[in-house]
């Protein structure tokens, strides 16, 4: 028995292997029928070499080819001579212009000088030496019933004093001292501590004012009861006197100056 398993299987495997190749002859049996040989060969071209031309000639040829030029040769510059100088031209003095007199085409007789008397010619002399004597004088001084009440009470500070100094010191105060007290209160400024004291009062003040313009002998002749209005006033005369106006000669100046809260 188990030789005849042995002899089915051989068999088997005998009988698969024939059917696995009878396809692939089948197939080789047919194309050799038919005389189609399978393409097996490469099919190469051989070609021939030719020698290789000098590249020289091909230089040449190019060159033979080249268009020509059409760029013309551009002539030499020469150097020009040199050129001469032109003489400057003499400068020839103008001739001085001779003016010619206008006269008129009529003729009119001139007029005759009047003579003058010897009491004529005295009278207009002593008109001229009245005239330039005037001048020469210094302003006449102004009657004081004349003046405005302002400057009549700075001239009442100086009392009897005033009648001391000359005409251009006098004429010098009556024309300047309201100024010069307007100019003081322009530049015047309470004191912070007085107006919240609620301090007032008049200084007077006085100093000498030369025609430079300095001042000297700045102090109070009379106080205002506050230490902070005096020392206001004075520090306000310091800074003031240099827009007051400037007199011929030192005079002595007087003013007052007034605190007053509203």
Request: a positive charge; hydrophobic letters at 30%.
């Amino acid at each position: 028995m188990k030789n005849l398993t042995v002899a089915l299987i051989l068999s088997i495997l005998i009988h698969i292997v024939l059917f696995t190749h009878y396809p692939i002859k089948k197939e080789e049996n047919s194309a050799q029928e038919k005389g189609k040989q399978p393409n097996t060969t490469s099919h190469i071209r051989y070609v021939k070499l030719q020698p290789a031309q000098p590249v020289v000639e091909e230089v040449k040829k190019a060159e033979d080819n080249k268009p020509e030029n059409t760029f013309k040769k551009v002539e030499e510059v020469k150097p020009q001579p040199k050129r001469e100088l032109v003489k400057e031209a003499k400068q020839t003095a103008t001739k001085p212009k001779t003016t010619q007199e206008a006269r008129p085409n009529f003729t009119k007789p001139l007029p005759q000088e009047i003579s003058k008397t010897a009491l004529e010619i005295e009278q207009e002399k002593q008109k001229k030496e009245s005239l330039s004597n005037f001048l020469a004088k210094p302003e006449m001084e102004l009657d004081r019933n004349m003046l405005d009440n302002i400057t009549k009470s700075y001239l009442e500070l100086y009392g009897e004093e005033y009648n001391t100094f000359n005409t251009v010191q006098k004429v010098f105060l009556q024309k300047n001292l309201k100024d010069i007290g307007r100019i003081t209160q322009r530049y015047l400024r309470y004191p912070s501590l007085a107006a919240r004291l609620r301090q007032s009062g008049t200084n007077i003040v006085e100093f000498m004012l030369y025609p430079n313009g300095d001042i000297t002998n700045l102090m109070l002749t009379n106080s205002s009861g506050s230490t902070s209005l005096d020392e206001n006033t004075v520090e306000t005369i310091r800074i003031a006197y240099k827009d007051y106006p400037r007199p011929q000669e030192p005079t002595k100046i007087k003013i007052y100056v007034n605190y007053s809260l509203y």
